[in-house]
T-cell receptor, first 110, second 116 residues
Framework: GQQVMQIPQYQHVQEGEDFTTYCNSS?????IQWYKQRPGGHPVFLIQLVKSGEVKKQKRLTFQFGEAKKNSSLHITATQTTDVGTYFC??????????FGAGTRLFVKA | SAVISQKPSRDICQRGTSLTIQCQVDSQVTMMFWYRQQPGQSLTLIAT?????????ESGFVIDKFPISRPNLTFSTLTVSNMSPEDSSIYLC?????????????FGPGTRLTVT
């Protein structure tokens, strides 16, 4: 069945270092979304990407959607302790069902 | 974005019993979903709650175990029936998308269920 793979599973960084998480799909996606879940919280929508090769920025966060629409990445520049949490990508091939990646848990040491 | 509330926020239940989780949205929404999230794991879609008709269940989930109601466009319930410790998890209600070109989903705060 359709899968959305996400790596790494977790990452420890020193505050100020950069962080990247990658998402890969076995099939072409119509769109991809990114969510952040703080410890003890629920997933919160960050952004959606629809177009091939699309790049979007939110302050220190940069999101990319691959040319083939099968992969995506989230890059955080100069991490802060407030960035701690799990980042999920979620993709759709069509229809109403969204498939979530396994998530990347980010730990930031001050 | 929609504001979603869930009740109860948490519960501890004995095996063999059932628990009904309520999800209330502050506006009318077309799509409502129920997810399960094991601690430290990703989100697994249980079913899509359809207004006025039977829910659409994902592979591995059945109506007898997880009956769902959706009487209107702002409310849904999920029942976890004949519970076992394996049902211990966080159950999340979600709504979305909001439009033809908007695919984001919004999540309720979740219900943390522990089955003893």
């Amino acid at each position: 069945g359709q899968q959305v793979m996400q790596i790494p599973q977790y990452q420890h960084v020193q505050e100020g270092e950069d962080f990247t998480t990658y998402c890969n799909s076995s099939t072409t996606l119509s769109n991809i979304q990114w969510y952040k879940q703080r410890p003890g919280g629920h997933p919160v929508f960050l952004i959606q990407l629809v177009k091939s090769g699309e790049v979007k920025k939110q302050k220190r966060l940069t999101f990319q959607f691959g040319e083939a629409k099968k992969n995506s990445s989230l890059h955080i520049t100069a991490t802060q302790t407030t960035d701690v949490g799990t980042y999920f990508c979620a993709g759709r091939t069509g229809g109403f069902k969204t498939i979530f990646g396994a998530g990347t848990r980010l730990f930031v040491k001050a | 974005s929609a504001v979603i509330s869930q009740k109860p926020s948490r519960d501890i239940c004995q095996r063999g019993t059932s628990l009904t989780i309520q999800c209330q949205v502050d506006s009318q929404v077309t799509m409502m979903f129920w997810y399960r999230q094991q601690p430290g794991q990703s989100l697994t879609l249980i079913a899509t709650a359809n207004q006025g008709s039977e829910a659409t269940y994902e592979s591995g989930f059945v109506i007898d175990k997880f009956p769902i109601s959706r009487p209107n466009l702002t409310f849904s319930t999920l029942t976890v029936s004949n519970m076992s410790p394996e049902d211990s998890s966080i159950y999340l209600c979600s709504v979305g998308p909001s439009g033809a070109s908007s695919y984001e989903q919004y999540f309720g705060p979740g219900t943390r269920l522990t089955v003893t």
